[in-house]
């Protein structure tokens, strides 16, 4: 068990919620697969992905929690095939009638409606846990129609979820961009050799560098030439590997070989022992991660405080 990416939210106020309590709540809406004339449906799963298992996985004070979501897939260019040989049909038959494109909207309804029962399905599960006691809640997901989802299904199990994007007080970009600029990373960060870059105005391209040292002449020479950092890889402790972009969501994220080191010795075959010693780990590194990216930051608190204010008190 380990995320691939990070997406964190913030608590906007204390939550109250009780492993038993969550689990009867994720059960009220539990995964089924899409029906003959359905496109899309969605509920909870167990973590571990056994059938019958919990539907919380509770760790490491922080409670894991799974989505899965199916939709069909109805090829748009099949559709538009159908809907165009169609209104050509009605053409013939009538040569002197004009297609409205509410009529063509209509065909098209008509068509995938009728697709529907055939169509094939696409699932994928996206991860999250709450982590109360540092007031966030963790997606394994990049991007925000992926954890909009999360959010939104988490939101009518609890019947609220008072959770806000987090909020830095400096710009990552410019604040990324100053570390290349004077070669000058905070302690406990290591660079790697990828970035994307993009022009500050955000009207030119953008370059994406790989296996490149980033505090070269030639990086230099691109953030003279009004070039700002948007994605940034980086190392942590020397104990994991992300990539940082400008929303400071993470992604290509990964445990180093010294970090996993502890799992060694635990019997593969007992997947629960084994799954639940991950997510410990995966939780500990990640909570340490974050709270160093917070006070780098300065995001602010539950309380509204930013990280270096909160420690200087």
């Not at 159908?82 to 053409?91: C, G, L, R, S």
């Not at 996206?126 to 939101?155: P, Q, W």
């Not at 009004?226 to 980086?234: H, Q, S, W």
Request: glycine share 6%; net charge negative.
């Amino acid at each position: 068990m380990q995320f691939r990416h990070l997406t964190v939210y913030q608590l906007t106020q204390p939550m109250e919620v009780e492993i038993a309590n969550l689990e009867s709540l994720l059960a009220a809406n539990p995964f089924r697969p899409c029906g003959m004339l359905e496109m899309h449906t969605e509920g909870w799963v167990p973590p571990m992905g056994e059938p019958g298992k919990n539907l919380v996985h509770a760790g490491a004070k922080a409670m894991l929690m799974a989505l899965a979501i199916e939709e069909k897939v109805i090829p748009s260019s099949t559709v538009r095939d159908k809907v165009a040989d169609k209104v050509a049909e009605m053409m013939e038959a009538d040569p002197g009638r004009v297609i409205s494109s509410k009529e063509k909207k209509e065909i098209r309804e008509q068509i995938e409606h009728a697709m529907l029962p055939h169509a094939p399905t696409r699932r994928r599960v996206t991860y999250g846990y709450l982590d109360l006691d540092h007031g966030r809640l963790v997606i394994n997901e990049s991007t925000s129609t992926k954890t909009s989802s999360f959010t939104s299904a988490l939101r009518t199990a609890l019947g609220s979820l008072p959770v806000a994007p987090i909020k830095p007080a400096q710009a990552p970009a410019g604040l990324m961009t100053e570390w290349l600029s004077k070669q000058d990373v905070p302690a406990d960060f290591q660079l790697l050799e990828d970035a994307v870059l993009k022009d500050v105005d955000g009207e030119g391209g953008s370059i994406t560098l790989r296996k490149q040292d980033l505090l070269s002449d030639e990086v230099r020479s691109h953030l003279d030439g009004n070039k700002i950092v948007a994605k940034l890889g980086l190392a942590f402790r020397d104990r994991l590997s992300f990539a940082l972009d400008a929303n400071l969501v993470i992604t290509r994220l990964k445990l180093s070989d010294v970090t996993t080191e502890s799992l060694i010795g635990i019997d593969d075959a007992d997947g629960a022992a084994l799954f639940d010693a991950e997510f410990h780990l995966m939780v500990a590194e990640y909570r340490n991660l974050i709270e160093a990216l917070a006070k780098t930051f300065g995001v602010a608190s539950m309380d509204g405080e930013d990280a270096d204010m909160k420690e200087a008190a």
